[in-house]
């Protein structure tokens, strides 16, 4: 199916690309930035480009890696085709569409490396948090923020990874009863410039998916597992609200999997992510 692509509106005043740039420094200066008031999804925004190639006449194609930041997205997309509720100025919402030299499978792994790094942004900013596999991160045990990434190829085939991520802001009440679960929003030192924080998260990227590309997941490893939010707790895998497995959580191996210790025997147990989640076990 060909990826739809909906004009955003631009956003005038609410943020400055010129800002954000400034912020992020030498480490993006290779980096496009644009911000806009509104759109669906910036993630299907990208990949919508991608697909374009660089002769299409009605979109305006990516040719170097591009951070596009949305005040508000109205489609926006979780894991597993879940959607991403939020509300005007309740959340941050952008996407990074980094071109990759390299092969898809080599791209395993990359939702904890974004993970990691986001984690180690908000520390500079004073935010402690701990991440959640494969994708979450949390600040005092609530979701604060959410990772997905999407590939694509396109026509000159250049592999690209669109990083979509959303960070709380102010959750209103009746959108966390909505989710079913309680949020955490970025408490208000760090959310007072945005564009401070949005040029910070693209100076890190920026890094770290270079690091990615030439080391992979290794160099992150370590750095997520001691972020993990349920390293030594007793946890269960979820398929569709069905328990697949239960055991404690150890960490993550060398491509991304997560590490069960289970009652069935004496090595661990090696989880990939695809669509299950994990829940930590009550009582």
């Not at 759109?39 to 002769?55: C, E, F, Q």
């Not at 959303?166 to 949020?183: K, S, V």
């Not at 959310?191 to 100076?203: N, P």
């Amino acid at each position: 199916m060909t990826a739809q692509f909906i004009a955003p509106i631009p956003l005038a005043s609410h943020l400055s690309a010129a800002r954000i740039t400034a912020f992020a420094g030498h480490r993006a200066e290779q980096c496009r930035i644009e911000v806009v008031a509104e759109t669906g999804s910036t993630n299907a925004d990208l990949l919508a480009r991608i697909a374009g190639g660089v002769h299409s006449r009605t979109l305006n194609a990516l040719t170097a890696p591009t951070l596009l930041v949305a005040q508000t997205q109205t489609a926006g997309r979780g894991r597993a085709g879940r959607t991403w509720l939020t509300a005007p100025s309740a959340a941050l919402t952008f996407s990074l569409a980094w071109p990759f030299a390299a092969p898809l499978q080599a791209l395993v792994g990359l939702p904890l490396a974004v993970g990691a790094t986001i984690a180690e942004i908000l520390a500079d900013f004073g935010v402690e948090v701990q991440l959640k596999w494969p994708n979450d991160v949390l600040h005092k045990g609530r979701k604060l923020a959410g990772i997905l990434i999407e590939t694509a190829t396109a026509p000159d085939r250049q592999l690209w990874a669109v990083i979509g991520i959303g960070i709380n802001l102010a959750m209103p009440q009746q959108l966390q009863e909505q989710i079913g679960r309680p949020a955490a929003n970025l408490p208000l030192p760090a959310a007072q410039d945005r564009e401070l924080l949005l040029g910070s998260l693209l100076s890190g990227l920026a890094q770290n998916m270079r690091q990615f590309e030439s080391e992979g997941l290794a160099a992150f490893v370590e750095r997520w597992n001691r972020l993990h939010a349920f390293a030594g707790q007793q946890v269960l895998i979820l398929d569709q609200g069905k328990t697949l497995h239960e055991g404690r959580a150890l960490g993550i191996d060398q491509i991304g999997r997560l590490l069960l210790q289970t009652d069935a025997g004496d090595s661990p147990l090696a989880i990939m992510a695809g669509d299950i989640s994990l829940r930590p076990k009550e009582g």
